[in-house]
Structures are given as structure tokens and as C-alpha cells.
């Protein structure tokens, strides 16, 4: 079967100030139907360009894509009608963001803008649903997220709600259009260690409950490890290594990952050199 | 030999209701005592809300404690002007450094506050040199350089006037792991050269696990468990303790052999009035060590 989510060889430019910089130098990724793959690199690898590139949310220009393909469900994501693309963008693949404040509109209660999304969403999947059914879908997916009070947490605007709330908030925005792909941009980076781990949690259960595929783009090894069967390693807008998350961190094979890997302090101490 | 002595700290800010009246006190430093042994780094770890900024402020002199002391080298520093012995770092060397100043005028700034008289320009250099930049640096502006490279400048800054103590807010944190594991290398070594003695805050428990040889766990305004580093994290005796590390993600199977099994709580963090009730509980059940 072929992936729900194929990056073939994309190449994308920024053209600043009339210098040119290659970004992307032919990235080439997968993401089976259900699968939990991570793609980590550092500041600059391109993880979060590809990332861009995948949801359509590159600002062209400064930016120009100059090759591949991004297969989403058998179709090339680059060449569709900027409608169809439109269309897929936060239905069929969502996006929960790193930072919950900034993606969260401050005077609108969580309900109002949960209901706006579903709205959308309901109009894409052809569904009718009156004030009261999406009233008790918001508060569903409220409680989805585990939230211990949904029908309060729904009234409440996002200043009330603590940073681990509202990182929830987003990930019920990107469930409320029911994906089949969910892409994490470093959720739970901004939170306490004990937040962070009740999020990645969070978003392991509900993608293997719901059987959803998860691409997580993040920095952090340890997030890697606890969230994704599969991992793509960035360097400089390449990948440069890849392979089943346990053995690529046992047994890596390019110096970058054993670099990167050997830089990551461990909570059992010093490792010998 | 006692670098850093902290006694009984003790900070409250009044709470205040929407009409600006005061309803209540939070107790954001309730009862911190612990000492650093001259040349050692000792790890304050708490995530937010514990109370281990106010402790680096009250040190710094920024903020005035309510009851307790702080003695460096056995003499209180409360009240005292001059705090050239304690320096700090901070945790994003982007908002640190001044965007207008080069680099060698940030680092002049405390050269000046404390009447440093000799030759400026190679003081600067010679601490450029210490944390292994170019000399040539003291003439960039902030924004030529990267982080790890900025990180390095705000060191040299708060070595400038040859401190004893230097309190380490997350210096880390803004930087990608394998320049922060060069930037801990170096401080380090430094920590080696001058005999200086780290505070180092963080919530990064693995990265504490590499660089501090004594911990204290920080909840809620209280230290709740201390020790040497490896028998803290070896075998922990306080529940929060346990939770922390249960916490962190970890990168190989020994590690995650190592952490605690706890069910990690699946609903919201505890409201205002639960984490009451759970001091309480934790006012009555001192830590085991």
C-alpha cells in the first residue's frame, strides 16, 4: 500500500535581498496510512520549510519551490488547484501548533472558536449539524482532549486557561476536522517537563486510538523517541539518515546522528567515551 | 569550604483581587536553605511557578527577601551594594545583550559599574579569549553572532569582574543540543580555571544529571528532596521528585529503564485550591533526606 504522505524529492530557494539560498536539497520522506514518524533536526536543517511545504504555508516568494512532489492520498499536493489544496488544508491533514498563545485568538471563548473550525470542517465533509449538535461535538472533543471540565473550559476565553490547556485546545482544533494526517510542530516545547509529558501522551493515545498518521517535527531526541515509530534525521536541507526510531538511535550510522545523538546529556549520567 | 550560604529564605507576594485589594499572600519561597561548597555546581531543578526564579533574583539583589540570609563566604550580602562576587547568565542571550552595543561594549558595561581601571580594551580581549571567541568579536553587534556564540559573550560579560558565584538561569535552554553541550563544556572548564562556583536553574533533568554534583528539587516555594545528583535520581523519595523524572523524555532504553513507573496524571494540572491542599499534605510529610 502506498504512503498516505509522500515527499519526493523537494527542493525549495529563498531569494533574499537578491542572494539565493537552497533550502531544501531534495527531501524525500514517507508517512504510511497510521504510522508515527518524527522528523528532528536543529535550528536551520529545514525541518520546519518541509513542514511549510507540506501544509502549503510557504510564502512564495521569498520562497520558491524548483522541485518534487508532495503526494497526499495519491495526488500531487504542488500542482493541485490552489481550491482542492485549500480544501485538504486542515481537513484532511491538521496542524497542531508549538505556540498555544500566539494560535489561539484572545477575545473569542474557546466554544466560539472550536464552533468556527467545525463549521468549516462540517461544510468540507458535507455535514449538517445544528447549534446544539455542534455545541455537543465541541464539548465531545473538549473532553477528547481530557479535559477535566469541558463545559467550563468551553465558555472560558484563553487567558484562563493554563499553557498545557491551551495546547489541548489545539490539538481538539485539529481533531475537530477529523485528519487522517496530523502534523506536530514541537507541541509542548514551551511547557513544564510534567505538562509536556501529559501532551505527548495525549497525542500518542488519540493517534493510536483513532488510528491516525503523525508526522512530529521537533528538535528534541527525547520527543522522537517517545512519540514515533519511524524517524527522518535533517541536516542542512537534507536527510541524512533515516530508519525505525529504537534502532537509529541505538546503532546510527552517519557521524551527524552519532554527533547529535552523543550531545544529548542522559539522565543515567556521562556515557563513556 | 561554604561558597554560597543560603538560610531560611522566605519570599510572599501579596495576591491581589480585581479591585486591587489584597486577599491573600503567595508564598513564593517558603523556608529555602541550602549551602554550596566552594568550586561545586549545585542544581536548583522546579519547573514554573516553583519559586527558583525569585530565589536567583533575591542572590542577584533584585528582589529583597522577607526573612532568611544569604552569605557568601560566610558574610551576608543582604543590603550589600556591591555584588561584584555574584554574576549572572541568563537564559536567552538574544534579550540579554543589547542590540546597539558591540560586544565589547556589553562587556565594558560592568567593567565600568565597578571602576575597573586598567587596560579596558585588553580585559576584553582576555575574556573573549577565556570562553574561546576570536578577540576580533569585541568590535560585532549581537545580531552577526549565534546563539552560541551570543551565550559565550554573556559569560564573558558576567566574568568581567571576577565573581565567585555565578547564577546559571537556564543558560541553555534557547540553545540546540550540541551547541549546549559545547557551552557546558566550557563552563566547565571555567568552572575548573577560576574556581568558580555554579547556581544552575533548570528544568532539564538529564542536563542537571551531567552538570550538577548536588540537587534540590523545588516545589511549590520548598525544597523538597536534596542530595548528591545520582542517588537523587537513583532512587528518589519524594512523589513529585518521582513524577519530574517519570516526566523526562529520554532517548535509550537504559534511561527509560531508570525512570519511575507512574501513572502520569491524565487531566489538567491541580487548580489554585488543590495545590493548597497539597502543600498542606506536603507540609506534613517532610522529605526523606
Redesign the interface.
Known amino acids: 500500500m502506498s504512503a498516505l504522505l509522500s515527499v519526493q524529492g523537494l527542493s525549495v530557494s529563498f531569494t533574499t535581498y537578491g542572494r539565493t539560498a537552497e533550502v531544501l536539497k531534495g527531501v524525500s520522506l514517507e508517512v504510511p496510512q497510521g504510522a508515527q514518524v518524527a522528523l528532528v533536526g536543529?535550528?536551520g536543517s529545514g525541518k520546519s520549510v518541509t513542514m511549510k511545504a507540506i501544509m502549503g504555508l510557504l510564502q512564495q516568494p521569498p520562497a520558491r519551490i524548483h522541485g518534487g512532489k508532495i503526494m497526499f492520498d495519491g495526488r500531487d499536493l504542488l500542482t493541485l488547484p490552489e481550491r482542492e489544496r485549500v480544501a485538504l488544508r486542515g481537513t484532511a491533514m491538521s496542524m497542531v501548533f508549538q505556540d498555544p498563545m500566539s494560535s489561539l485568538n484572545p477575545v473569542w471563548t474557546i466554544e466560539d472558536q472550536l464552533t468556527t473550525i467545525l463549521k468549516y470542517a462540517d461544510r468540507r465533509l458535507g455535514r449538517d449539524r445544528d447549534r446544539r449538535g455542534r455545541r455537543a461535538r465541541v464539548i465531545e472533543v473538549l473532553a477528547q482532549v481530557?479535559?477535566?471540565d469541558p463545559e467550563r473550559v468551553a465558555g472560558s476565553y484563553p487567558i484562563m486557561l493554563?499553557g498545557?490547556?491551551r495546547q489541548r485546545v489545539l490539538i481538539a482544533m485539529a481533531l475537530l476536522s477529523e485528519p487522517r494526517l496530523l502534523i506536530a510542530d514541537e507541541p509542548g516545547t514551551a511547557l513544564?517537563?510534567?505538562?509536556?509529558?501529559?501532551i505527548?501522551?495525549?497525542l500518542r493515545d488519540l493517534v493510536e486510538a483513532q488510528g491516525l498518521a503523525l508526522l512530529m517535527i521537533t528538535?528534541?531526541?527525547?520527543?522522537?523517541?517517545?512519540t514515533s515509530n519511524y524517524v527522518y534525521v535533517m541536516n542542512k536541507g537534507e536527510i541524512v539518515e533515516e530508519g525505525p526510531t529504537?534502532g537509529l538511535?541505538?546503532a546510527p550510522r552517519q557521524q551527524y546522528t552519532r554527533?547529535?545523538?552523543?550531545?544529548?546529556?542522559?539522565?543515567?549520567?556521562?556515557v563513556a567515551p | 569550604m561554604t561558597a554560597l550560604e543560603i538560610r531560611d529564605l522566605v519570599k510572599t507576594y501579596p495576591v491581589r483581587n480585581a479591585f486591587g485589594r489584597v486577599s491573600g499572600e503567595v508564598r513564593a519561597v517558603d523556608g529555602v536553605s541550602f549551602t554550596i561548597p566552594a568550586g561545586g555546581v549545585y542544581g536548583l531543578a522546579g519547573?514554573?511557578g516553583s519559586g527558583k526564579s525569585t530565589i536567583a533574583r533575591m542572590i542577584m539583589g533584585l528582589t529583597a527577601p522577607d526573612s532568611g540570609d544569604i552569605l557568601i563566604d560566610g558574610v551576608s550580602i543582604l543590603g550589600q551594594r556591591e555584588r561584584a562576587l555574584v554574576q549572572m547568565v541568563f537564559q536567552n542571550p538574544g534579550a540579554s545583550l543589547n542590540p546597539r552595543r558591540t560586544v565589547g561594549q556589553s562587556i565594558l558595561v560592568p567593567l565600568a559599574a565597578h571602576g575597573f581601571a586598567g587596560d579596558r580594551r585588553g580585559r576584553i580581549g582576555d575574556l573573549l579569549d577565556m570562553v574561546h571567541l576570536p578577540r576580533n568579536f569585541a568590535d560585532r553587534y549581537p545580531h552577526e553572532l549565534s546563539?552560541g556564540q551570543k551565550q559565550r559573550v554573556a559569560i564573558a560579560r558576567a566574568l568581567a569582574v571576577s565573581p565567585r558565584l555565578l547564577v546559571l538561569d537556564e543558560p541553555t535552554s534557547a540553545l540546540?543540543?550540541?551547541v549546549?553541550?559545547r557551552v557546558?563544556d566550557l563552563l566547565e572548564e571555567l568552572g575548573r580555571q577560576l574556581g568558580l562556583t555554579y547556581l544552575f536553574i533548570s528544568?532539564?533533568?538529564?542536563?542537571m544529571?551531567?552538570?550538577a554534583q548536588t540537587v534540590g528539587i523545588l516545589y511549590l516555594g520548598k525544597i523538597v528532596e536534596t542530595g548528591p545528583v545520582?542517588q537523587v535520581?537513583q532512587d528518589p523519595q519524594h512523589d513529585y521528585t518521582r513524577?519530574?523524572?517519570?516526566?523526562?523524555?529520554?532517548?535509550?532504553?537504559?534511561?527509560a529503564a531508570?525512570?519511575p513507573v507512574i501513572p502520569?496524571?491524565?487531566?489538567?494540572?491541580p487548580t489554585a485550591e488543590e495545590l493548597m491542599a497539597l502543600r498542606a499534605g506536603l507540609n506534613a510529610k517532610e522529605p526523606a533526606r
Open positions: 536543529e535550528s481530557r479535559m477535566r493554563s498545557g490547556m513544564d517537563v510534567t505538562t509536556q509529558a501529559q505527548l501522551k495525549l528538535h528534541n531526541l527525547g520527543v522522537v523517541r517517545e529504537a538511535f541505538e554527533d547529535l545523538i552523543a550531545a544529548v546529556p542522559r539522565l543515567t549520567g556521562r | 519547573e514554573s546563539g540546540d543540543v550540541s549546549q553541550a557546558i528544568h532539564d533533568l538529564s542536563l544529571r551531567n552538570f545520582a535520581f513524577l519530574l523524572l517519570a516526566s523526562v523524555p529520554v532517548i535509550s532504553a537504559e534511561e531508570m525512570r502520569l496524571i491524565n487531566g489538567e494540572m
